[in-house]
């Protein structure tokens, strides 16, 4: 087991703080005021780390490089906003998907990902 660095516990503050999805340059933005001088190649470094341990899951989003969330959620889905491009949570889902499935298909995961404006943006 690898140490916890000052860095890597201010990455984890950072993602746990957020409680949505963070791309690497926002974790950087964030954990640059718990450690200074972090740099971006550390932020990825890290992010590998903490996704081999399991303690992060990558946010996967239709053309979008990955973001970062805590491991360990109950099911939900995303909403990206167009205007600031941040990512948010959306608890629960609209419910039974294999009933749009083409018939004879057999459905076994899916995403669901809502894109518009935020609250704080659509002011």
């Known amino acids: 087991m690898r140490r916890e660095t000052r860095q890597r516990r ?11 999805p963070l791309s690497p340059a926002e974790i950087l933005g964030a ?8 740099g971006i190649a550390t932020v ?6 903490l996704l081999g341990e399991g303690w992060i899951d990558p946010v996967a989003l239709p053309w979008e490089a990955p973001r970062y969330e805590v491991a360990g ?3 939900h889905h995303h909403f990206l906003c167009r205007a600031c491009d941040k990512v948010y949570e ?13 018939q004879g298909f ?8 809502l894109y518009g404006v935020c609250k704080t943006c659509s002011h």
């Open 10 to 20: 201010a990455i984890r503050e950072t993602l746990e703080a957020a409680g949505h």
């Open 90 to 102: 959306v608890d629960g889902c609209p419910g039974n998907v294999r009933s749009v499935a083409p």
């Open 44 to 49: 990825y470094r890290n992010l590998e780390y």
């Open 31 to 38: 954990a640059k005021a718990r450690v200074e001088g972090l």
């Open 106 to 113: 057999r459905v076994e995961d899916h995403e669901l990902v």
């Open 73 to 75: 959620k109950d099911h």
